[in-house]
């Protein structure tokens, strides 16, 4: 599986003792068809697999009030009439959110009109605003971590396309959340959502994990404004 990520010894032990612990198991429950592929991999028959949803409460995002969206604008000063990319999630190695800020970097001057949205903390919190050039700080907003689903929903009211470029993803609830909120999706190809929510082309496009290029080509073509308003 794509978003299987780990080291060579733990891949070693996985693959010996795994399948052991798996042909014991009367039935294997899956997200979606990355997991599926997963365990297919260490050997389990595909009557052993039982896709469940990983469904949110979607209230909160597919109809957020009026005023919630003017509290979440007033409190987090969100500019009126720019676009915007929005990341949410822990900022942490395994999500990349290095890599989305490189490539905005690079689309800024590209798209004068489109600003980034960080929803999250984590270690790595500091050293990301560290790296984001002082000519574009007015235009990539960190709010920090928020634990209020209105708040998020009127937050991705205020966004156009959601970005989840993580090198491990097993499935990416945000995923389901954005696409019920109405955003455009660019998710990495381990993103387990992605195979299920995400048609290249139609609300979204899929990178190549870890590939920077790949994911600048993504952010060009989901920015272009004849693409993103028939997207959106």
């Not at 634990?147 to 929903?153: H, L, T």
Request: glycine residues 8%; neutral net charge.
């Amino acid at each position: 599986m794509r978003s299987e990520y780990t080291t060579r010894w733990r891949s070693l032990l996985k693959r010996l003792f795994l399948p052991r612990i798996l042909r014991a198991c009367a039935g294997v429950f899956v997200f979606g068809s990355l997991g599926a592929a997963y365990f297919r991999k260490y050997g389990v028959d595909s009557d052993r697999l039982f896709t469940v949803p990983s469904v949110p409460d979607f209230n909160h995002y597919t109809a957020p009030s009026e005023t919630a969206i003017r509290h979440a604008r007033a409190m987090f000063r969100i500019p009126a009439d720019r676009r915007r990319l929005v990341f949410t999630g822990r900022l942490v190695s395994a999500k990349r959110v290095d890599l989305l800020i490189d490539a905005f970097i690079i689309l800024a001057d590209e798209r004068p009109e489109w600003d980034l949205l960080i929803i999250g903390d984590g270690p790595l919190g500091d050293a990301l605003q560290q790296s984001v050039p002082k000519r574009l700080r007015g235009r990539v907003a960190s709010v920090g971590f928020i634990d209020d689903d209105e708040v998020v929903g009127a937050l991705f009211n205020l966004a156009d396309v959601l970005v989840l470029p993580s090198d491990l993803e097993p499935w990416g609830v945000v995923v389901s959340e954005a696409a019920a909120a109405g955003l455009a999706l660019v998710v990495s190809d381990v993103v387990g959502a992605g195979p299920e929510l995400v048609k290249a082309g139609e609300n979204g496009y899929v990178f190549q994990r870890g590939d920077a290029g790949d994911l600048l080509r993504c952010l060009r073509l989901i920015t272009d404004p004849i693409r993103i308003d028939g997207m959106k």
